[in-house]
DNA sequence: TTGTGGTGCAACCTTTTGGTTGCGCATCTG
DNA sequence: CAGATGCGCAACCAAAAGGTTGCACCACAA
């Protein structure tokens, strides 16, 4: 039950926003709050909130340097999400094959 | 940004209690909200709310047989998510690739 | 030193979540 | 027919999400 790493990677990737930010964080390097509420329609204050998602998530990390504080991107915990997905679709495709089997040899 | 499938899906996704209903229907290929609710430390109302977001993200469908409302996996609207995080994971090792070759042949 | 630009923190607001209880209706069963 | 059983709808509630504004603080530049 202790996934709330999952949990919490879902729930960054839940919002369009947060999706948007990771988007932009690939080719971008490295990013201040500030810059994306350039971009976004929303207030650096809303962005920073969203910032705090991701970084709970592990999916972001923001360091200092000096006035300004510069969130890149650690993408290590998609991982986690990636995995529960195979693993969930590769059971659904399992149970499958077994039906299919089921019919072909006939049952018994 | 039309992708409202994805934000349901992954929405779905990020709370536990929907994820292990996720997890339940692949071993047992149908269920309804009272037996959930009996497995679950919730309400039939609580879990008939959960299931609501999974068919709200297409992962699950319900029909109705006689006075019960079965509960079947429907787990096509994974692959959006599986792809979404493939495209980024694949755009992030094509950064990191592109930066180490940039290292090796040197800049310029 | 006096601005100025960038942050973080806190208060506040509205909407959504996740949960509950209560009820009425439909459907099987004795 | 008379109970059970299962469901859906609605009301209600506390907490969290997502957003805003205001403010104090720190770092840098003139």
């Known amino acids: 039950m202790g996934d709330e790493r999952l949990d919490a990677v879902f729930f960054a990737l839940a919002d369009p926003t947060r999706r948007s930010v990771v988007r932009r964080l690939i080719s971008r390097e ?5 810059q994306l509420a350039g971009d976004l329609p929303i207030t650096r204050q809303a962005v920073s909130k969203h910032l705090a998602a991701l970084v709970d998530a592990g999916l972001v990390a923001g360091h ?17 999400a990636s995995a529960w997905l195979g693993v969930i679709e590769a059971q659904w495709d399992g149970r499958l094959e077994r039906l299919r089997r089921h019919v072909e040899d006939g049952p018994r």
């Open 64 to 80: 200092r340097e000096g006035r300004e504080t510069r969130y890149r991107l650690t993408p290590g915990p998609l991982d986690a």
């Open 30 to 34: 490295s990013v201040t709050a500030t």
